[in-house]
């Protein structure tokens, strides 16, 4: 005898399993460390985000935060659920993703970790774009010079213009660059211009803390390709903020084109001792888990960003 229970009279959610609302609630707790913080972001109010938290404590019977004077943190049950929610939920796009793959237009979250200095000279510039050729598309965008674990931090994309550290990942290459030296016009104004790499010793100079590969500028001098060992005056422990201090005047910097290119073109910075400068180009990648560079949403987003870095090259 067939049923006659409507499809809509099943329950959202099949007891003892946690709803998807409570789990992306809850990860935004994780992420924020704040009940208010996600629900001003939501439009809600604090008690509302609490309570899916309470019911997922009261689901899986474990404390999954500490509550103090001093903030929010996880417990050990809490960061194991954090990691497997983020999977939960990226999969769940996903499906939404293949289910919607012939409609004309991308739709969904994508979480795209990128450097500072990638993301303020070029992802955001580059972003009111996106936006207009895919209105159904959101954009969560997180800068940190670090490598991020795409699995276990749920990211979909990560642009990274190293060498590749982690087997197991798709890559594939959506630009390149240069690396030239430049200087904000005030300094070479009141400095001179080098005219050699080896004038160099009598200019300030702005590293890098952290990354000694580039504090060894490359030229070309005779002919040959020659790593060039540099100390500054001034350093900085990332690549924006050194940046910022070769625009402020401080000193010389070795930068690559993708970040300087809209500086130089608009005279903020000069580039010196081109004739040296190094012609090798170096590759930018878009790394994501296996799979998912399939995914509409995923591949409307790389395919834009290699588009918009081919007209900065």
């Known amino acids: ?31 924020l460390g704040s009940f208010s913080a996600v ?44 990691q497997h929610a983020r999977q939960v939920l990226a999969a769940l796009g996903d499906l939404a993703d293949e289910l919607s793959a012939r409609r004309e237009r991308a739709s969904g979250v994508v979480r795209l970790a990128v450097s500072p200095a990638l993301a303020q000279c070029f992802v955001v510039p580059a972003l009111p774009a996106l936006a ?27 642009l990274r213009t190293n060498h590749l ?16 030296v430049c200087a904000a016009p005030a300094l070479l104004a009141r400095l001179g211009t080098p005219q050699t790499p080896a004038d160099l010793a009598r200019f300030p100079l702005v590293t890098h803390l952290n990354a000694g590969h580039l504090n060894r500028w490359t030229f070309v001098v005779d002919g040959e390709r020659r790593p060039w060992p540099v100390s500054g005056r001034f350093s900085a422990n990332t690549t924006w903020l050194g940046l910022e201090m070769v625009c402020s005047g401080l000193g010389l910097g070795w930068h690559s084109t993708l970040l300087v290119a809209p500086l130089l073109a608009r005279g903020e910075l000069v580039e010196v001792l081109a004739p040296f400068r190094d012609p090798v180009w170096a590759p930018v990648w878009a790394v994501m888990l296996p799979e998912r560079d399939r995914l509409p949403r995923i591949r409307a987003v790389v395919d834009f960003l290699a588009e918009a870095m081919r007209e900065e090259g």
Do not use: C
């Open 1 to 31: 005898m067939p049923s006659k229970t409507r499809p809509d009279a099943f329950p959202p959610e099949a007891p003892g399993h946690a709803a998807p609302a409570d789990l992306a609630l809850f990860v935004r707790v994780a992420e």
């Open 39 to 82: 629900a001003r972001e939501r439009d809600g109010v604090a008690s509302q985000v609490s309570r899916a938290v309470d019911r997922l404590e009261a689901l899986y019977r474990v404390r999954l935060l500490r509550r103090s004077t001093h903030g929010l943190s996880l417990t050990p049950e809490g960061g194991t659920l954090l």
């Open 132 to 158: 207009a050729r895919h209105p159904d598309l959101r954009i969560e965008l997180h800068a940190d010079d670090r490598i991020v674990d795409l699995a276990a931090e749920g990211f979909d994309v990560a």
């Open 165 to 180: 550290r982690h087997e197991g990942l798709v890559a594939r290459r959506v630009g390149r660059f240069r690396r030239v």
